[in-house]
């Protein structure tokens, strides 16, 4: 399981990254998969709409309306059809590539499982409503699915009479079949979008529209599609006759082929098998999680700024339970909470400069505290030597930062880089701990606990809460995000800065105060 | 210069992705049956006789019941296995005992082949016992058939219209 995480996990980095060369970082597409498939899935809905006005459900007139949808009315109801098929295909397209990274990225296990386990009916509804699509057209392909898909049910022993007799000859065929379809292609996928909004449940702020940018480019490469390759249905279903060579949509209907080769009691023990796979797989292994984020009343004025900022709801506001004048205090859900540090990073308290009392912000990770951050901020500035030493804040699922470790260059690894205060980066200077500083982790859009960077450039910019202070030279600042795999981007960058340092002005230190901690004034003696 | 390259390069991801979908929604072409090939579907759900025939109750019986259960004939509700024979230019295509279906065995037997055969003429003759027998069959019927290539001829029963329908 591990290495086809990691192969997965290399295969999406490279993709990204090549991709990232093409498009900006909020347009790249494998980051934006999810509201993708939100934006097929309106297309679908609306073309859908659309189309059913001109479709006629009786079994003998169905071939003939679709026939007049994609001929005579071409310019507008057979765009349509055009588009609710692509839009189809591409939505399974992203749906499968979607499920991919999240399961290449390990975001499926742990808390996370809600949105896995809530994804895999979405996905089996998604298929099934695709599938009794195709059944309305009548065509040769329409035949050939209702075929194989009824043989394949009357395998379970739960039917009385064979379904797949209704399509034995031309006479026994019926209408109510296609009221039945009909009212499945309808009714799955609206019961699939009630589960989608369940799905992001656990989800603060999900991202369901593409940028518009992205948007008007899919949806002018679907006209496109739509226009130089329409769909079209094929020859008429007969019943007289067996479908002999079918174009199959492979998107859908891949499994097909095997449905009508293979022993039903394999098929449907697979199917099975797959199903109750995808289902426990959160629990194959369980994730070892880190401790949820703890809070810490005694340094906790009630903010809100933690609760604004994480990024999976785990954390309430909820009326003071201690005896302090503040209203309201945070409390985490360990049950939502993935332990990213996003909100010990947005803690006001967090503060490096604490000397007088402990390092203890209202809210932190157990695992990976504050205190500890500046401890090894304070160790990796202990060995840099040389005018342009440059510290590294570094995210786990970023690049590699011990390969870029050296005399001059001091690295302090992190859950995420959400999780840095904005304080650390005025510490490290101010306290000449290193002459810059350099933040990197995952790619941009890409975070892999959602909103880190994003909140990180927004603090740094001075438009989020906890802001950089003014003080702190920005010239001496630089972030990187790059990915897992951007090691030679970070080499590069950190190069820039090391450059930029040696041109840059004169940095003129805050005074220490008095009661300035001997490790920093052993650094700044260095 | 760089941002021409940036846009040739979504222009030929978009390119590439519509061409993907495109190509992947109706090729390769997949191919169910074989060229020269076509298709005896044979398939029937049909209740054959009980086990065991039904007996009269004597009086004495009927008085024994429940007044709202009181009935001339008692029967055992197993029936007897369907035994099918589909024979193609003598040679024997399909020949099967169907149990009954139902936990006590009182269902239709069921069955739905699909057997592949050479597009041409034929000579096709189905068999069903139904009752208990032992040799020989109750229903035959014999056909000459002209199969096109991929045609799909339907072999159905029902013994209320005389037996085997070809169609």
Redesign the interface.
């Known amino acids: 399981m591990n290495m086809a995480r990691l192969v997965l996990r290399r295969g999406f980095d490279l993709t990204e990254g090549v991709?990232g060369?093409?498009?900006p970082p909020a347009w790249n597409?494998m980051l934006n998969l999810g509201a993708l498939g939100f934006f097929f899935y309106w297309i679908i809905t609306v073309s859908g709409i659309y189309v059913y006005i001109f479709f006629d459900t009786g079994v003998d007139n169905a071939y003939a309306s679709i026939e007049y949808i994609t001929h005579e009315q071409w310019y507008l109801a057979g765009i349509m059809r055009s588009f609710h098929?692509?839009a189809s295909?591409?939505l399974i397209?992203v749906m499968m590539l979607h499920l991919l990274r999240e399961f290449a990225r390990d975001r499926y296990r742990g808390v996370r499982w809600f949105s896995w386990v809530t994804g895999v009916p979405i996905m089996v509804m998604v298929f099934v409503a695709g599938i009794s699509g195709y059944w309305l057209v009548w065509d040769k392909?329409a035949q050939?699915i209702a075929i194989v898909s009824t043989?394949w049910l009357?395998m379970l022993p739960i039917f009385?009479?064979?379904i797949?007799?209704n399509f034995?000859?031309p006479?026994?065929l019926e209408s109510r079949f296609f009221t039945l379809m009909i009212f499945m292609h309808i009714a799955i996928p609206l019961i699939a979008l009630a589960i989608l909004w369940i799905h992001l449940q656990r989800v603060a702020k999900p991202r369901i529209n593409p940028p518009r940018g992205l948007a008007y480019?899919?949806f002018?490469?679907?006209i496109?599609?739509s226009l130089?390759?329409p769909?079209l249905s094929?020859a008429p279903a007969d019943?007289?006759?067996?479908?002999?060579?079918?174009?199959?949509?492979?998107?859908y209907l891949p499994l097909?082929?095997l449905l009508?080769t293979l022993p039903g009691s394999l098929t449907w023990g697979m199917s099975a098998c797959l199903l109750v796979i995808m289902i426990a797989m959160p629990w194959l292994p369980p994730l070892k999680r880190a401790r949820p984020a703890a809070v810490d009343l005694a340094n906790c004025n009630g903010c809100a700024r933690c609760f604004h900022d994480c990024p999976y709801n785990a954390i309430a506001m909820v009326a003071r339970s201690d005896d302090t004048a503040f209203e309201r205090e945070p409390v985490v859900n360990p049950d939502f909470c993935v332990s990213c540090g996003l909100c010990a990073g947005a803690c006001p308290t967090s503060m490096p400069f604490r000397r007088l009392s402990a390092l203890s912000p209202g809210i932190d990770l157990p695992d990976r505290t504050m205190a500890q951050l500046r401890d090894l901020t304070e160790k990796a500035a202990r060995s840099l030597t040389g005018t342009q030493r440059i510290m590294v804040f570094g995210c786990d699922s970023g690049p590699d930062l011990a390969a870029v470790s050296s005399a001059s260059v001091g690295v302090v690894p992190l859950v995420c880089i959400g999780q840095l205060p904005p304080t650390f980066i005025d510490y490290v200077l101010s306290r000449n701990l290193a002459d810059g500083v350099l933040l990197t982790g995952c790619r941009e859009n890409s975070c892999n606990a959602r909103s880190g960077i994003e909140w990180t450039n927004n603090r740094l910019a001075g438009e989020r809460d906890p802001n950089l202070r003014a003080r702190v030279p920005r010239d001496r600042l630089r972030t990187a995000w790059v990915g897992a795999t951007g090691g030679r981007h970070l080499r590069d960058a950190l190069e820039t800065l090391a450059r930029e340092l040696n041109d840059a002005d004169d940095y003129v230190r805050p005074a220490l105060a008095a009661k300035c901690p001997p490790a920093a004034r052993e650094a700044v003696d260095a | 210069m760089r941002d021409f390259f940036k846009y040739t390069g979504q222009f030929v991801f978009f390119l590439l992705v519509a061409a993907f979908i495109g190509y992947f929604s109706n090729q390769p072409v997949y191919q169910q049956t074989p060229d020269g090939m076509a298709q005896i579907k044979l398939s029937f759900a049909h209740g054959a006789a009980r086990k065991v025939d039904c007996r009269k109750l004597s009086s004495k019986e009927i008085a024994q019941l429940p007044a709202n259960e009181r009935r001339p004939n008692t029967c055992a509700r197993e029936r007897v296995p369907v035994h099918v024979q589909l024979v193609l230019d003598g040679e024997l295509l399909y020949d099967a005992q169907l149990q009954a279906t139902g936990l006590s065995r009182d269902g239709p037997a069921r069955t739905y082949q699909k057997l592949i055969v050479p597009a041409g003429p034929h000579t096709i003759i189905a068999r069903l016992r139904d009752t208990r027998r032992d040799t020989g069959f109750d229903y035959e019927a014999e056909r000459q058939v002209m199969l096109k290539p991929f045609q799909n001829l339907a072999i159905d029963f029902k013994a209320d219209t005389g037996g085997f329908q070809f169609r």
């Open positions: 991709l060369r093409v498009f597409p098929r692509y295909d591409a397209v392909l050939y043989e009357d009385g009479e064979p797949a007799r034995m000859s006479d026994a480019s899919v002018v490469a679907l496109a599609l130089a390759h769909a094929q019943l007289a006759v067996v479908p002999g060579n079918v174009g199959l949509d492979w998107f097909f082929p009508e």
